[in-house]
């Protein structure tokens, strides 16, 4: 089994393809994973069958970690274009989640105020109102759709708790625009089920979920670590770009990374 786990809760910066050097973060524990999806391409690997950990990061603890590490990266080459939430799994399943993103904009506000906040997220606890209206505050909140139909997303992302595509859709639309899109496009095989999230209709409903939630931006992009079903396909830069072509066209920002 392929796993990259991540120290907790602070970790970094790290040089990120889509967010420059990134200042990691955490929420969930430094020796396994805690997640709502078992994505078949996810580098931290398969949610393990027995979970227990060493515990989740408390806000105190947090907030002492942060400050500390913001204060070491102030005012050197290493300052952060972007505190990354993601780590090992679902970081919005940590129950501190909420007072957690406030205390980052506090943080960052008083000793890196150029740094964006991003969260990378699956969505899956957006419908509680708090959780929505954390991810609204910050700069980046990068969500979640890898597929144009129920059976390919659950093929892809393997979910372990309630999921309706509909009306995960219409909750995204509720940010008004004001969210990222990212989808990983891959091919490839699991458990003797086929993966293609590229094909004709996927993409048709993919591009129909992208005019309605109208998001400024749309992060595409391909595999680039070890995953760990191991029969997967990394997708080019050029079918990307391709993929991408038709909301371009539309007036669409799409960015594409494939390299």
């Known amino acids: 089994m392929s796993t990259v786990i991540y120290p907790s809760p602070v970790f970094g910066p790290v040089q990120s393809r889509r967010l420059g050097v990134s200042l990691g973060i955490n929420l969930l524990p430094a020796d396994g994973k805690v997640c709502s999806f078992d994505c078949i391409y996810c580098e931290c690997g398969w949610n393990p069958e027995n979970k227990k950990n060493s515990g989740i990061p408390t806000k105190e603890i947090f907030e002492q970690a942060l400050e500390k590490r913001l204060q070491e990266l102030k005012g050197t080459a290493d300052e952060p274009d972007s505190i990354t939430f993601s ?55 990068i969500i979640k759709i890898d597929g144009g139909t129920y059976e390919m997303i659950k093929a892809i992302n393997k979910p372990n708790v309630d ?50 939630i109208n998001p400024r931006k749309t992060m595409i992009y391909a595999i680039d670590r070890e995953t760990p079903e191991k029969n997967l396909e990394k997708i080019s830069q050029e079918e990307l770009e391709h993929i991408a072509e038709p909301l371009r066209k539309l007036g669409y920002d799409i960015v594409c990374y494939g390299k």
């Open 163 to 212: 999921f309706d595509l509909e009306k995960y859709i219409n909750i995204l639309q509720e940010f008004k625009g004001n969210l990222v899109i990212q989808t990983c496009f891959l091919r490839g095989e699991h458990k003797g089920v086929k993966i293609d999230n590229t094909t004709k209709e996927e993409l048709s409903h993919w591009y129909e979920y992208i005019k309605r």
């Open 87 to 141: 780590g090992n799994g679902e970081p919005t399943l940590n129950p501190d989640f909420v007072d957690i993103i406030d205390i980052t904009i506090r943080l960052r506000d008083l000793y890196l105020p150029n740094a964006k906040i991003s969260v990378l997220t699956n969505g899956t606890t957006l419908h509680k109102k708090e959780i929505f209206d954390a991810i609204s505050k910050i700069d980046n909140n």
